[in-house]
């Protein structure tokens, strides 16, 4: 009887292609992959540690899988196996618990899913991870967009942050391989490939190379695809990486840049490397270029010491700054971050009322962009799902846009002429498809 394995991600895009990678690997070595939700006989938990909240998501799901097969092998990996293996393993049921470097190394460490008396932890100490682990993820069985992990790790010491504690150093991929791997996608049929990682600006570092190199090589490459970078520090979206994205038409017109705070005090206390006035300078940059840009933002609400007036500060400075979306996170102590230590503590309610105001004004943010879109025209990569006859995808800047169901345009880039909104996604007519545009272009 062929073995089933449901896999499950907590956590960030570079998570969820490492999670396919491994699926992948499971593929190769004659099992099923089902859904989470079904029978299995391993369950595999891809882990997050960056708030208090996926940790216990994890441990709730490791549960909720034993329910569905008691003696289904579990194993745990990812960010919070490789910091806290031991409490893991207090998890009855739990079986092996893998660190970000083991979870590559699966099958070389485990040959027997059976469950056993102990449960076995394979964690190197977070200095000991020098691999690169490759990954690229799909988007299930709809082949549009690809994720390609380019960069692992990070250097920074933001205050609040226990990414690097998990993952190490900063380590990027060998150019070659990467491009190699990009052409794989392209020739697999993926229209959009997303460049993923912890600190995907800092790509190369460590090889003496950058992103903008590695981009001047991916947007050679023929084919009909673009590109999207996942996010990028502000102090790393450089003028030349500027000027190849609106000067290319394989790069997609989008960046999701993590601001944090608008106030100075609290970014000096996260140990940022910008201040806000430099941040701001940045966004006008950008919509100097075209102000029909995508722009998205990572903010933090309830940091320690974060007065009210820090947060009006912060609040206000995005109210005025032309960006189109923000993604909101309460601030979550971790364990052996400065911040934890720090004092002045918010409380949570407090938190909860700032990001609630910050998600409102998101909302506002996302439908005065989308209306912009109104009347214009956008490149939009249709999924393949048919939703009661339309079809949905996203344009090159980041809007997510319906029009009716076609079976010959789905995965294909197509030219849409926006001419409203409804439900909060912009409506689109079709005026024609990637092929003709760039017949018509050459
Ligand atoms: S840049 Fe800062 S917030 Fe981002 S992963 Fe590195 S340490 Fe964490």
């Not at 000096?268 to 300078?281: A, G, I, L, N």
């Amino acid at each position: 009887m062929q073995k089933k394995v449901a896999l499950h991600t907590l956590g960030c895009k570079l998570n969820f292609s490492e999670t396919s990678t491994i699926g992948d690997q499971f593929l190769n070595n004659g099992f099923q992959v089902v859904n989470f939700d079904e029978y299995a006989d391993i369950y595999l938990f891809n882990t997050c540690t960056v708030t208090q909240n996926a940790e216990r998501e994890c441990r709730q799901l490791v549960r909720r899988a034993l329910r569905n097969n008691p003696d289904a092998f579990v194993i745990v990996t990812g960010c919070y196996a490789q910091l806290r293996p031991e409490e893991l393993c207090q998890i009855e049921g739990v079986d092996a618990v893998l660190g970000n470097q083991e979870k590559f190394n699966l099958f070389s460490l485990i040959d027997d899913f059976t469950k056993k008396d102990l449960s076995c932890i394979f964690v190197s100490p977070v200095n000991q991870i020098n691999e690169f682990g490759f990954a690229h993820s799909t988007d299930a069985d709809n082949r549009t967009r690809a994720y390609l992990k380019i960069q692992d790790g990070c250097d920074y010491k933001c205050t609040f942050c226990t990414i690097p504690l998990a993952r190490g150093k900063s380590k990027s991929m060998d150019p070659d391989l990467v491009v190699s791997e990009f052409i794989n996608l392209v020739e697999k049929g993926y229209k959009e490939i997303i460049l993923t990682g912890v600190n995907v600006g800092d790509y190369g570092h460590s090889l003496g190379t950058g992103l903008y190199k590695l981009l001047l090589r991916l947007t050679d490459i023929p084919g009909d695809f673009r590109i999207r970078v996942s996010s990028i520090e502000p102090n790393l979206l450089s003028d030349e990486l500027l000027e190849l994205t609106f000067s290319n038409k394989k790069m997609c017109n989008h960046f999701h840049i993590p601001l944090q705070s608008g106030s100075q005090h609290i970014l000096r206390q996260m140990r940022r490397r910008y201040t806000p006035e430099y941040y701001y300078q940045l966004i006008e940059k950008i919509n100097s270029y075209s102000d029909d840009t995508g722009i998205g933002v990572d903010v933090i609400v309830g940091f320690p010491g974060e007065t009210e007036n820090d947060f009006l500060t912060t609040y206000n400075f995005l109210r005025e700054l032309p960006i189109s979306y923000l993604h909101v996170f309460t601030y979550s102590e971790r364990p052996n971050t400065p911040a934890a230590e720090m004092k002045e503590k918010i409380n949570v309610y407090e938190r909860r009322r700032r990001n609630n105001m910050l998600r409102i004004l998101s909302e506002k943010k996302k439908m005065s962009f989308y209306e912009k879109m109104i009347g214009k025209e956008l490149e939009v990569l249709f999924e393949t799902e048919n939703h009661f006859g339309t079809m949905r995808g996203f344009s090159s800047n980041y809007v997510r846009v319906n029009t009716v169901y076609d079976s010959n345009l789905t995965n294909e880039i197509v030219k849409v002429s926006i001419s409203g909104i409804v439900d909060g996604i912009c409506e689109g007519n079709i005026l024609e498809n990637k092929n003709s545009i760039d017949l018509k272009a050459s």
